[in-house]
């Protein structure tokens, strides 16, 4: 129990989802919301809906059971995050959240295998790609609005977690090099489209 709500993983109606690609900042705009008294849930629905980047995609992970066409939402809000942020930030995430991406993003069965060892240009890589078809998959959705996480109040304490990879801001510099030119242009454009310099 969150928020002093129970959450649930039960499918049908809900007011509303926020939904981002992974380490967009769904924890925080879910722990702001409650705040304000509106009771979603992060990751699992509360009765006023779900904050999660899981709730995009379909399949299992970690024990729960998500399809989003067996879910509707009166409303669907597009949480991004800077992509240099994103992508660095999500190169420590857990082998599953990997899995899962892959496996709901149309064509990445050529990403046949992902494991803990892949080498942090490996994730880069990975990670860039998935940035840009996450997104677009939500925009998909027809979100009603979208919304940047560093317009949002800032949290006290809160690092930079672009520090993940090399113990140094991943750079736009950085990304060309790892992704090539052609990739890292392509998540630039979407950036600026988010409103990104």
């Keep these: 129990m969150r928020g002093n709500f129970p959450l649930r993983e039960v499918d049908g109606a809900y007011p509303l989802l926020v939904a ?3 380490r967009s900042g769904t924890h925080y705009v879910a722990s702001l919301l409650q705040a ?4 979603v849930g992060h990751e699992a629905y509360g009765p006023g809906g779900v904050v999660s980047w899981l709730h995009v995609g379909k399949g ?4 729960r059971l998500v399809d989003p066409k ?3 939402y009166d409303e669907i ?10 992508i660095s930030s ?3 995430m857990l082998r ?8 709901n993003l149309p064509g990445w069965d050529h990403v046949a295998k992902v494991t803990e060892d892949m080498s942090g240009e490996a994730k880069v890589r990975f990670l860039a790609r998935s940035w840009i078809e996450w997104n677009r998959k939500i925009e998909n959705m027809c979100p009603v609005r979208r919304i940047r996480v560093e317009d949002l109040p800032s949290r006290e ?3 930079d977690s672009r520090r993940a990879l090399y113990g140094q801001p991943l750079r736009w510099e950085d990304l060309s090099n790892i992704c090539g030119s052609d990739v890292a242009l392509e998540v630039a454009k979407l950036a600026w489209e988010y409103g990104y310099a």
């Excluded at 809000?77 to 994103?86: A, E, G, S, T």
């Design 96 to 103: 599953v959240s990997f899995e899962f991406l892959r496996d």
């Design 157 to 159: 304490g809160h690092r």
């Design 20 to 22: 981002a690609h992974p």
């Design 77 to 86: 809000v597009h949480l991004v995050r800077h992509p240099l942020n994103v």
């Design 36 to 39: 304000g008294g509106l009771r």
């Design 90 to 92: 999500s190169t420590t």
């Design 60 to 63: 299992e992970i970690a024990g």
């Design 70 to 72: 067996r879910t509707t």
